[in-house]
């Protein structure tokens, strides 16, 4: 009778064993398997972004009209503000692509260049009120209190006075006929305006991120090991909180470019010598009937950008929220 003793059994190795797979060992001087990284926030975004079409032919639109903000001269070898009589109100030609003001000014030479006024007063206000409104919204929604309240109802004030009438009476009271009419000074008090009236909306998406976040476990781990708070507010909350506001700002950019055209066509916005899409539109309104391309090549221009601005914007806030992917 055999003793069933560790001398009577056979060992087999795991790659002899029977069912078992053993895991393949990388040849000599073979590069290790590379594994994938995990993805942060904004890895996540750009993956999900970089898939949809829209988004390339926003991007495609926008990277256009800062081309022609920066570098005009590649698109045209005109001077915007050269005129010659002799071809007033002259149509679209070989000569002229877009056509001749009452000037006799160059419609497509003058919509090129007015593409630079446009965005830069629109990404100059953007920056302006994100700059602004998240400010005011991290120090509200971060110490609270009175001094959230307070923040808060100042807010309030500057929310409830309507765009257009407010941007109406800050230029038609320092934008005066008979004051210095540079162009730098027109633009100032353009984006001012723009600035003041609409701050109170990043401000209150800031402080939302805030309140939403100031809670979290890393926050109050950071504060247990006594981080400051300005550690806290800028390597913690500001980097965590900054994705909705970032979705705004490209969207508001395409807004204020719509809101630039809409106060130079009343004539209290962008004005001569400054050229605009909308200061364009708003010389060709008494010629509509007798050169409606005056008026068409520059609001579709107007309109590619806002909608461009506007795409972006929206294809960002669909990659920035898991909700919506």
Not at 99 to 106: A, K, L, S, T, V
Not at 109 to 136: D, E, H, K, P
Not at 195 to 211: D, G, Q
Not at 257 to 268: D, N, Y
Request: glycine letters at 10%; proline letters at 6%.
């Amino acid at each position: 009778m055999s003793d069933p003793t560790s001398g009577s059994m056979v060992t087999t190795s795991p790659g002899e064993q029977p069912g078992l797979v053993a895991e393949a060992a990388p040849a000599p001087g073979a590069p290790a398997p590379q594994r994938d990284k995990p993805r942060g926030l904004l890895g996540d975004a750009w993956y999900d972004l970089r898939r949809k079409p829209i988004f390339w032919i926003a991007a495609s639109f926008i990277v256009l009209f800062l081309t022609m903000a920066i570098v005009p001269q590649l698109f045209t070898s005109m001077s915007p503000t050269d005129s010659d009589l002799g071809r007033s109100l002259e149509g679209p030609g070989s000569t002229g692509w877009f056509g001749f003001d009452i000037q006799g000014q160059d419609i497509y030479s003058r919509t090129i260049y007015g593409a630079r006024a446009s965005i830069v007063v629109a990404v100059t206000a953007t920056i302006g009120t994100v700059l602004l409104g998240s400010t005011v919204g991290v120090i509200a929604g971060f110490w609270g209190g009175w001094v959230d309240a307070l923040l808060s109802r100042l807010a309030d004030v500057f929310f409830g006075i309507p765009f257009f009438l407010g941007a109406i009476v800050i230029l038609f009271t320092f934008n005066t006929q008979g004051s210095g009419r540079s162009s730098v000074r027109i633009a100032s008090l353009v984006i001012i305006a723009l600035i003041t009236l609409t701050w109170p909306v990043s401000m209150r998406i800031m402080r939302s991120s805030v309140l939403a976040t100031k809670q979290a476990d890393y926050i109050v781990a950071a504060r247990a090991l006594g981080a400051s708070n300005t550690r806290i507010i800028f390597k913690h909350l500001i980097p965590n909180c900054l994705a909705p506001v970032l979705v705004y700002a490209t969207i508001l950019v395409g807004a204020f470019i719509g809101a630039e055209a809409t106060l130079s066509f009343l004539g209290v916005g962008l004005q001569s010598p400054v050229v605009s899409w909308g200061v364009i539109i708003n010389e060709s309104q008494n010629y509509l009937r007798v050169a409606p391309y005056w008026l068409l090549f520059p609001a579709a221009f107007l309109v590619a950008a806002v909608l461009s601005f506007v795409m972006l914007g929206e294809a960002v806030r669909e990659a920035l929220d898991p909700k919506l992917r």
